[in-house]
C-alpha cells in the first residue's frame, strides 16, 4: 500500500464517527445535511438542476434552502432530537463551493455552538484551487470530490458546460479546468489533512471502461477512499433514457477497484437535507416549510 495519506491520527480517530466514511459507524452515528447551496457552476449531464446535486443525492426530491442562520437554528433542532449526531455535511442543493459564502458563515455560526460536530462537504471540485486554503484554515477535515474521468474527451460526453470565473466553457475546454482544478484541488486538500473521498458516477459507455483509472488516480492524489455511484437517470436531464447502472456491474467494479484502494459500498445517495442514520431518513420532520 504506496497510500500518500496525510491526515494526522485525530482526524483519522474522526472518521470512527462518520457514518459515511466508516461502515461500522454507519449503524450508529447520524448526519444531517445542510442545504445552503442552491446555485451550481457546471452543467452535468444526469443533473436536473430541478433536484439536489448528484454529487452526493439522488435527484426527485427539491429541498428548501436555508440562510446561514436558519441551518445553525436547524442544526440546533436536530442535534436535540436525534441521538449520536456526528455530520453536519453540505451537498447541494447545488455545488458548496458556488455558494462558498453561505456556506463558510454556516459552518462558522455552528462552530460557535458546537466543538464537536464533524463538517463535510462535497463538491464538483471546480473551485476548489481557489477554496482548499479556506476549507482547511476553517478546519473541515472530510471533502467529497466527484471525478468521473481523466480526459477532457470523455468529460465532454459528461459536461454540458463549465462556468469558470463568469466565463461559460463548453466540450473539451470545459472539461479541461473541471478536471485540472478537481485534481489540483484533491492533492492539495490530501496534502494538508483533509480526507478525501472522490465520488465516481458510473455511466455505461461513457466512463466505466477507465474507472479503474480514476480510482488510481484518486490513490495517487492522496484521496482516501473512493464511492463508485450508479447512474440514477434523472427525468428532465440529459441522461434521462440511459438505463441506470446495473448492481452486478457495478458490484464488479467496486471488486477490482477494491484491489487498489478502499471502496465505500453503503452510500444512499441522500437527499442534500437528508437527517437522521443513512437508512432512515427524517428530513420531513425537520422541515421548516412544514410542508412537502
Ligand atoms: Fe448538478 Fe451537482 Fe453536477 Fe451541479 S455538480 S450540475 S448540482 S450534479
Ligand atoms: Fe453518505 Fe452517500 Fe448519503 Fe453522502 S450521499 S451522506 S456519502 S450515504
Not at 97 to 119: G, P
Not at 170 to 188: D, T, V
Request: proline share 5%.
Amino acid at each position: 500500500n504506496n497510500s500518500i495519506l496525510q491526515a494526522d491520527a485525530s482526524t483519522l480517530a474522526m472518521t470512527d464517527r462518520h457514518p459515511c466514511y466508516s461502515y461500522e459507524a454507519h449503524h450508529k452515528y447520524a448526519r444531517m445535511h445542510l442545504p445552503v447551496a442552491p446555485r451550481c457552476n457546471i452543467s452535468c449531464n444526469y443533473c436536473n438542476r430541478k433536484y439536489d446535486c448528484v454529487n452526493e443525492s439522488r435527484p426527485g426530491v427539491t429541498s428548501e434552502v436555508l440562510t446561514p442562520e436558519a441551518a445553525r437554528d436547524k442544526f440546533l433542532l436536530v442535534r436535540d432530537k436525534i441521538e449520536h449526531l456526528s455530520v453536519v455535511g453540505i451537498a447541494g442543493p447545488g455545488d458548496a463551493l458556488a455558494n462558498w459564502d453561505n456556506v463558510r458563515r454556516s459552518i462558522e455560526l455552528i462552530k460557535e455552538v458546537d466543538r464537536e460536530v464533524i463538517f463535510c462537504l462535497s463538491t464538483n471540485g471546480l473551485m476548489l484551487p481557489q477554496y482548499a486554503l479556506e476549507i482547511v484554515e476553517l478546519g473541515v477535515k472530510h471533502v467529497t470530490v466527484t471525478v468521473n474521468c481523466l480526459e477532457p474527451v470523455t468529460g465532454a460526453k459528461i459536461y454540458r458546460y463549465v462556468n469558470y470565473r463568469g466565463k461559460v466553457y463548453r466540450g473539451k475546454a470545459g472539461a479541461e479546468i473541471l478536471l485540472k482544478n478537481q485534481q489540483k484541488g484533491i492533492k492539495y486538500l490530501a496534502k494538508h489533512g483533509v480526507l478525501v473521498k472522490v465520488n465516481i458516477v458510473m455511466v455505461k459507455g461513457i466512463n466505466d471502461k477507465r474507472i479503474p483509472e480514476v480510482v488510481r488516480l484518486a490513490k495517487n492524489l492522496g484521496a482516501f477512499i473512493t464511492n463508485i455511484m450508479p447512474l440514477v437517470p434523472a427525468p428532465g436531464s440529459v441522461f434521462e433514457n440511459f438505463a441506470p447502472t446495473d448492481p452486478a456491474e457495478l458490484d464488479r467494479m467496486r471488486e477490482i477497484c477494491g484491489q487498489d484502494m478502499r471502496q465505500m459500498r453503503h452510500c444512499k445517495q441522500c437527499r442534500a437535507d437528508a437527517i437522521g442514520l443513512l437508512h432512515e431518513d427524517r428530513s420531513l420532520e425537520f422541515n421548516t416549510a412544514g410542508k412537502k
